[in-house]
């Protein structure tokens, strides 16, 4: 069975560009939840999908925002960067029916400058 | 909202023992503890659900005390390939989000 992919592994933007970062869950999960790790911050949860749906949200800005599309594939976009917002993004995918475990992506290294 | 996980760092040798702590200021339903090398994705180790018994293989085990709204990490014996960055992760009843705590870094020396 295929692991979470996410794509692209790194990125390097500009001030005020925006952004879409993807992850493929593992066949048949129908969660996707995305999070923020920067140095000393941990893990900070972004937001939550089921079947299509987002389910829970973190306490981020509006301009993070994610959608998941009916095959569970989910992207997530960050609109007018600041420097703030350089990190690693990490996806985590599971069936959905709660208190299970998460299956993390390698995640895409966000790089503002 | 965030849970708190002490120590921030350890370093021991091979063969010692570890305790790493997850305590939230919220009613907890399940806790959950992933561990991340550098430069990998967090792994799965292991999820105590409220109501649930202590949990854990043979060397690595957890236990979760709903009063006090902790959970604990043993590492029991420790091998250079337990280094690496400990996250606990936390949910309330009836949600699907965890929270996760700052981490906790553990180095392994020979």
């Known amino acids: 069975k295929a692991g979470v992919t996410q794509t692209p592994r790194y990125l390097?933007?500009?001030?005020g560009q925006q952004v879409t970062l993807s992850c493929s869950p593992i066949s048949g999960h129908r969660s996707v939840s995305w999070y923020q790790q920067t140095p000393g911050q941990g893990l900070q949860f972004l937001f939550e999908y089921f079947s299509e749906t987002q389910r829970n949200k973190g306490n981020f800005p509006g301009r993070f925002s994610g959608r998941q599309f009916s095959n569970s594939r989910s992207e997530m976009n960050v609109s007018t960067l600041e420097l703030g917002d350089s990190a690693l993004y990490l996806c985590a995918s599971s069936p959905g029916s709660g208190n299970e475990k998460l299956f993390f992506g390698s995640g895409t290294q966000l790089s503002v400058l | 909202q965030q849970p708190v996980?002490?120590?921030?760092?350890v370093i021991l040798r091979e063969g010692e023992d570890a305790v790493i702590n997850c305590s939230s200021s919220k009613a907890l339903y399940s806790v959950h503890w992933y561990r991340q090398k550098h430069g990998e994705a967090p792994v799965f180790l292991m999820i105590l659900l409220k109501g649930g018994e202590q949990k854990g293989h043979e060397?690595?085990?957890?236990?979760f005390n709903e009063k006090k709204q902790q959970s604990s990490l043993y590492l029991t014996a420790s091998q250079l390939s337990y280094s690496g960055t400990y996250f606990c992760g936390t949910s309330t009843s009836g949600t699907y989000k965890y929270i996760f705590g700052t981490g906790t870094r553990l180095k392994v020396l020979a």
């Open chain 1, 12 to 15: 390097i933007k500009t001030r």
């Open chain 2, 5 to 9: 996980q002490s120590p921030q760092a």
């Open chain 2, 59 to 63: 060397k690595i085990s957890a236990s």
